[in-house]
């Protein structure tokens, strides 16, 4: 998006893993690098927005003129989201979130003793259906990673968390996705939807900020 185009705008970005704790020394997490979300904080920045990035554990520069929160677990991102989004005009979330966390974090190291190990998860709040709840809350973009169906999961998930927009990626595709330079996208809205083809990242963010901008204009009649 040209320069100027988000200008007065607040717009609130995740990005990147969450960190469940099982224990002082070991955690569970993913594979997402950050580089999608950062990519689109920088893009939604140089187009004149104000930008908030809620990041996961990454080892990414911060975007020049971003305002950037650090958190670890999915609680940490859904509290830091939720105390963002207040004023946000629009919410785009690139987080690769832990669906479920250890029940009970141990205090002490886990020791090795059994041949079997059993551990019990529970469900982590889901961040963007909170935001997507909100009454008159941000217009609010999606990602799906998936590695079937793409398109009938990320529709599913489009009408199920109540959202504006949603980006899928086919996380099968190899050189795309998780921690790679490049990405394509395939972005549904509730009139139509359109492929982003292979790119890299940074190119990506702008070309779907442009969709953005005009669904969120479409939508607010402006
Ligand atoms: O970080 P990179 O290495 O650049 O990789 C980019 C990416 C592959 C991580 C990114 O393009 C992507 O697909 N992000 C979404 C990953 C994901 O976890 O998708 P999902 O289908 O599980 O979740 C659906 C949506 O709900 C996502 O917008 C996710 O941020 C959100 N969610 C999920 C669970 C949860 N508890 N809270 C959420 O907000």
Redesign the pocket.
């Known amino acids: 998006s040209a320069a100027g185009q988000f200008a007065g705008k607040h717009i609130v970005i ?5 960190r469940e704790a099982l224990d002082p020394v070991r955690y569970i997490s ?10 689109i904080a920088e893009a939604a920045r140089a187009a004149g927005a104000s930008v908030t990035l809620i990041a996961g554990p ?1 080892t990414l520069p911060t975007p020049a003129g971003c305002t950037r929160v650090d958190v670890l677990s ?1 609680k940490d ?2 509290e830091a ?1 939720m105390a963002a989004v207040g004023d946000a005009d629009i919410f ?8 479920y966390r250890a029940q009970d974090v141990q205090s002490q190291k886990i020791k090795k003793s059994n041949d079997e190990l059993t551990l019990t998860f529970v ?9 997507s709840a909100l009454s008159s809350g941000p217009f609010t ?6 590695s079937t169906n793409v398109a009938d ?1 990320a529709r599913d ?1 489009l009408k199920r ?1 109540n ?1 504006d927009m ?4 086919d ?1 099968t595709a190899s050189g ?5 330079d490049n ?1 394509a ?1 395939h972005v549904f809205w509730a009139q139509g939807d359109k492929q982003l083809s292979a790119k890299p ?1 940074k190119d990506l963010a702008t070309e779907l900020l442009g969709i953005v901008l005009e669904r969120y204009q479409y939508k607010n009649n402006n």
């Not at 995740?14 to 969450?18: S, V």
């Not at 785009?92 to 669906?99: L, N, P």
């Not at 469900?123 to 935001?131: G, R, T």
């Not at 795309?176 to 790679?180: A, C, E, K």
């Open positions: 995740t990005a990147g893993p969450t993913n594979h997402s690098s950050g580089k999608m979300g950062f990519a990454v999915a991102m859904h989201c785009i979330a690139t987080a690769a979130v832990a669906d469900k982590n709040p889901d961040i963007l259906a909170s935001v973009v999606g990602f799906a990673a998936e999961y998930k968390k959202l949603i980006a899928a990626n996380i795309l996705g998780f921690n790679s990405n996208l990242k």
